[in-house]
Nanobody, 126 residues
Framework: QVQLVESGGGLVQPGGSLRLSCAVS????????MGWFRQAPGKERERIAC????????HFDRSVKGRFTIFRDPDKSTVYLRMSGLKTEDTANYYC???????????????????WGQGTQVTVSS
């Protein structure tokens, strides 16, 4: 059984940084495309970043490009979302998800992700 567990969320001041973790168990991380999504209260879930299984395809939504990065640690079977220059509008519940795919990760639809974590809350406030 594949499980994804996010951690690393919390309260941070505007301009600050956080690193979210997504620990994958029950499967080999390197077989999966990974996506990071977020959902703010009253808003729809949105994908903010994705990466292919070999890290050759990577995409960031314009709202986070230049501020967020993705990297994997295969030894720890964990994918990280490093966030810097945080803004109040980044406040949301953040989710990681996994999919099997073979094209540019930006073309992956949200409904094609088969495994999801439970989410971790990020609050950006002074």
């Amino acid at each position: 059984q594949v499980q994804l567990v996010e951690s690393g969320g919390g309260l941070v001041q505007p301009g600050g940084s956080l690193r979210l973790s997504c620990a994958v168990s029950g499967e080999t991380l390197s077989r999966y495309y990974m996506g990071w999504f977020r959902q703010a209260p009253g808003k729809e879930r949105e994908r903010i970043a994705c990466v292919s299984e070999n890290d050759r395809s990577m995409h960031f939504d314009r709202s986070v490009k230049g501020r967020f990065t993705i990297f994997r640690d295969p030894d720890k079977s964990t994918v990280y979302l490093r966030m810097s220059g945080l803004k109040t509008e980044d406040t949301a519940n953040y989710y990681c998800a996994a999919a099997r795919f073979q094209d540019l990760c930006v073309t992956l639809r949200p409904d094609e992700y088969v495994y999801w974590g439970q989410g971790t809350q990020v609050t950006v406030s002074s």
